[in-house]
């Protein structure tokens, strides 16, 4: 049985099958389980908000854990980059420069946290830690004892036309294309399913890695945005859950958490539509937020486990 299963989890079909049918029975479960007001339409536009915002960062995140690495440092970058560009808005009063401040400041950060791991030659996971807690720092730091708050003008006029949908399709696409259509995309996973071949191959670590890290940080630029336009005000809690969000929904989209061939730049967005689901559907019913963060962890670990590849052919990373 055990054998079986194992099989079954090394095929391509099943894989990428078990992420949509887990969303369709969490969604008709909850919606069974609330007697039908998980399906209302505002709740389903909520989650839909809600799951945009992860679902960006994370098709960026999927290039990072595409090398095999992981940066737990996202919802970090985030928070700062929303509080800065807040700043810079209130002085400046443009849109147009808030979004491009956005997206510099977070790709600027994101390929600092490459370069730091490169140069000091440390895991990303170990820098992203450090960076993490200097960001939490910074962010409380630009603060101070209050928050940053936004005019409504601006959020809603950004809201009514859509910025949120338009910003994650078009980010979305690019990403698609590059991961899946170009040497660059390629060049990622072969690093996340046996780094030593792919150097011997020519393909070396810390080139894609900092090409890796930009990709990401356009992402979290918008999700700054996002973020900022949707809650109005930028706090010491903004964004403080995103990251545990973008590791999960990678995850429960179908990815392995360390890269390789089974990469896939949808696993973001399906995942962060699970996610959310998830997190929404759990709070309707009654589940309490301590009670929802062990539900989240067991879903993580169970699935982790469940993506690890057995040493049954050449040592790689995958194992």
């Given at each position: 049985m055990k054998e079986k299963l194992i099989q079954l989890n090394e095929q391509q079909f099943f894989i990428r099958l078990v992420p949509i049918v887990m969303l369709l029975l969490m969604a008709i479960g909850f919606n069974i389980a609330t007697d039908g007001k998980f399906g209302d339409i505002r709740n389903l536009r909520l989650i839909v908000t809600q799951a945009v915002i992860i679902a960006t960062v994370a098709t960026g995140a999927v290039f990072i854990f595409g090398t095999g690495n992981v940066s737990i440092a996202l919802g970090a970058t985030t928070a700062v980059t929303a509080a800065i560009i807040a700043k810079i808005y209130l002085m400046t009063e443009s849109v147009v420069i808030m979004v491009v401040a956005a997206i510099v400041v977070a790709t600027l950060i994101m390929i600092l946290t490459a370069i730091l791991s490169t140069v000091l030659k440390v895991s990303v996971i170990f820098v992203s830690i450090v960076m993490m807690v200097m960001f939490l720092a910074?962010?409380?730091?630009?603060?101070?004892?209050?928050?940053?708050?936004l005019p409504y003008a601006m959020t809603s006029a950004l809201t009514n036309a859509n910025f949120h949908y338009i910003a994650f399709v078009v980010y979305f696409i690019l990403c698609a294309i590059i991961f899946h259509?170009?040497?660059?995309?390629?060049?990622?996973?072969?690093?996340?399913?046996?780094?030593?071949?792919?150097?011997?191959?020519?393909?070396?670590?810390?080139?894609?890695?900092?090409?890796?890290?930009?990709?990401?940080?356009?992402?979290?630029g918008l999700a700054?945005?996002?973020?900022?336009?949707?809650?109005?005000?930028?706090?010491?809690?903004?964004?403080?859950?995103?990251?545990?969000?973008?590791?999960?929904?990678?995850?429960?989209?179908?990815?392995?958490?360390?890269?390789?061939?089974?990469?896939?730049?949808?696993?973001?967005?399906?995942?962060?539509?699970?996610?959310?689901?998830?997190?929404?559907?759990?709070?309707?019913?009654?589940?309490?937020?301590?009670?929802?963060?062990?539900?989240?962890?067991?879903?993580?670990?169970?699935?982790?486990?469940?993506?690890?590849?057995?040493?049954?052919?050449?040592?790689?990373?995958?194992?």
């Open positions: 910074i962010l409380q730091t630009i603060l101070g004892a209050g928050t940053i708050t259509f170009t040497g660059v995309g390629r060049s990622i996973r072969f690093i996340g399913s046996n780094k030593i071949c792919a150097k011997q191959s020519g393909i070396f670590l810390d080139k894609y890695l900092m090409i890796a890290f930009a990709i990401a940080g356009v992402g979290v700054a945005i996002m973020t900022s336009i949707r809650t109005g005000t930028i706090g010491v809690g903004t964004a403080s859950s995103l990251n545990m969000d973008v590791v999960l929904a990678i995850v429960l989209g179908g990815m392995s958490v360390f890269g390789g061939t089974r990469s896939y730049i949808y696993a973001g967005a399906l995942g962060a539509l699970t996610v959310t689901l998830l997190n929404n559907g759990l709070l309707m019913v009654g589940i309490s937020p301590t009670i929802l963060q062990l539900v989240r962890g067991i879903f993580f670990l169970t699935l982790i486990f469940a993506g690890q590849k057995r040493p049954d052919r050449l040592p790689d990373n995958e194992i």
